[in-house]
Nanobody
Framework: QVQLVESGGGSVQAGGSLRLSCAVF????????MGWFRQAPGKEREAVAT???????TYTDSVKGRFTISQDNAKNTLYLQMNSLKPEDTAMYYC????????????????WGQGTQVTVSS
């Protein structure tokens, strides 16, 4: 049983930065994937960045070079550093935990946080 709690969202102007944090409570022994997702009103949920237990990462093309996902296992915390923010980054951001049965298989996420709102204005 895992609980995830996001923080760090807010309102910023275009070009600004935010760092999102996700505190993880409970055992994550069964989770080898962590990720940040976002969803804007009327749009599909989108995977922003993911990280595996070996610290390998993936990013959606629109955030490459601007966002960085990281994890501090000792603190049981997941981070998303967001730089050079754009209005199109505006969304509710969620952290998630899940598993991939094999290294080459896409992760399935079964634990989700409550979300933190990020709003970027021009």
């Amino acid at each position: 049983q895992v609980q995830l709690v996001e923080s760090g969202g807010g309102s910023v102007q275009a070009g600004g930065s935010l760092r999102l944090s996700c505190a993880v409570f409970g055992s994550t022994d069964s989770s080898n994937c962590m990720g940040w997702f976002r969803q804007a009103p009327g749009k599909e949920r989108e995977a922003v960045a993911t990280i595996r237990s070996d610290d390998s990462t993936t990013y959606t093309d629109s955030v490459k070079g601007r966002f960085t996902i990281s994890q501090d296992n000792a603190k049981n915390t997941l981070y998303l550093q967001m730089n050079s923010l754009k209005p199109e980054d505006t969304a509710m951001y969620y952290c998630a935990a899940g598993r991939s049965p094999y290294r080459a298989i896409k992760c399935s996420y079964n634990y989700w946080g409550q979300g933190t709102q990020v709003t970027v204005s021009s």
